[in-house]
């Protein structure tokens, strides 16, 4: 059980770190915003490709959808645990740092009750959707469901296939390629 926490302890602000650490080097002109909100979304973007992995393969795996069980339901709701702690950790210094970039510089010159009370009234679905997460899934897929359901868990991971392609999208908007030759077809297409 403490196995897969400590990987994902490990692997997720690993990640972000070293996405930051990547950025900061490569593209020296970017502000420390940029950098910030890159490495979150790029992070996002390799948790729900996993957690999208995860799903199909119980989903697949399950011929009777209540008491059909797989070990990759527990496993990773254990390894993604430590993602949405350090995601809120991530949006947060997104937010601080795009504020600072914007010119609020006199409420974000430093990290103060402040501005993590200025984050949590901006970004509160958010930061509700990772708490209640970890606080109600959680428990209720390791402690309170008796291994019935292993499904419809799969089911609920799957729902996160379109996160990539939205952080991705956002990347690319904020690099400004949005109005590349892809754009420019699909906004051709569906007109």
């Given at each position: 059980?403490?196995?897969e926490v400590v990987c994902g302890a490990v692997v997720f602000p690993g990640l972000f770190?070293?996405?930051?650490?990547?950025?900061?080097?490569?593209?020296?002109?970017?502000?420390?915003?940029?950098?910030?909100?890159?490495?979150?979304?790029?992070?996002?973007?390799?948790?729900?490709?996993?957690?999208?992995?995860?799903?199909?393969?119980?989903?697949?795996?399950?011929?009777?959808?209540?008491?059909?069980?797989?070990?990759?339901?527990?496993?990773?709701?254990?390894?993604?645990?430590?993602?949405?702690?350090?995601?809120?950790?991530?949006?947060?210094?997104?937010?601080?740092?795009?504020?600072?970039?914007?010119?609020?510089?006199?409420?974000?010159?430093?990290?103060?009750?402040?501005?993590?009370?200025?984050?949590?009234?901006?970004?509160?679905?958010?930061?509700?959707?990772?708490?209640?997460?970890?606080?109600?899934?959680?428990p209720i897929t390791l402690f309170f469901r008796r291994g019935l359901g292993d499904f419809?868990?799969?089911?609920?991971?799957?729902?996160?296939?379109?996160?990539?392609?939205?952080?991705?999208?956002?990347?690319?908007?904020?690099?400004?390629?949005?109005?590349?030759?892809?754009?420019?077809?699909?906004?051709?297409?569906?007109?």
């Amino acid at each position: 059980m403490w196995t897969e926490v400590v990987c994902g302890a490990v692997v997720f602000p690993g990640l972000f770190h070293g996405f930051r650490r990547v950025l900061q080097s490569v593209f020296t002109h970017w502000t420390q915003a940029d950098v910030v909100s890159v490495s979150e979304r790029l992070v996002s973007a390799i948790h729900a490709s996993l957690a999208t992995a995860a799903g199909m393969t119980v989903v697949t795996s399950c011929r009777d959808v209540m008491t059909d069980s797989h070990w990759l339901v527990n496993g990773f709701v254990l390894f993604g645990a430590p993602y949405m702690a350090n995601d809120i950790y991530a949006m947060y210094l997104s937010h601080y740092h795009t504020q600072r970039v914007k010119g609020h510089m006199s409420t974000y010159r430093r990290h103060s009750f402040q501005t993590m009370k200025e984050f949590l009234i901006r970004e509160w679905m958010l930061v509700l959707h990772h708490v209640v997460l970890l606080l109600v899934f959680l428990p209720i897929t390791l402690f309170f469901r008796r291994g019935l359901g292993d499904f419809f868990i799969g089911c609920f991971f799957i729902t996160e296939f379109s996160t990539p392609f939205i952080s991705i999208g956002k990347i690319l908007i904020q690099l400004g390629l949005d109005d590349s030759r892809c754009t420019e077809s699909t906004a051709y297409l569906s007109s």
